[in-house]
């Protein structure tokens, strides 16, 4: 491999989910935290929130299903650096 090239690897996109499911994670402790809060444990409540957990759980099962043969190694993006800079050079004739 030249030492100007620039490769992203494909798990960097698995670092950007695993952030989105720390932030859903602390949104849905808040939310909970709220629900305890304010004493409404209702039945629309209850059933809502567990509605909303399920499809998460659903999700997260999916994900994992769907990903687990995902060589994360693999390159997502590749990049010459000598390439890109003869792209912005003005054309000889």
Do not use: C, D, K, R
């Not at 030249?2 to 698995?14: D, E, G, Q, V």
């Not at 994670?25 to 305890?36: D, K, P, R």
């Not at 994900?63 to 994360?72: A, K, M, R």
């Amino acid at each position: 491999m030249n030492a100007s090239m620039i490769t992203i690897p494909l798990y960097a996109i698995l670092f950007m989910y695993l952030l989105f499911l720390l932030i859903f994670v602390i949104f849905f402790l808040v939310n909970a935290g709220h629900l305890a809060h304010t004493g409404t444990f209702t039945f629309v409540s209850f059933t809502a929130t567990f509605l909303f957990m399920a499809l998460a759980v659903v999700i997260l099962w999916l994900t994992w299903y769907l990903l687990s043969g995902v060589n994360w190694q693999e390159p997502l993006i590749t990049l010459n650096l000598p390439g890109l800079t003869n792209l912005f050079s003005p054309p000889s004739f």
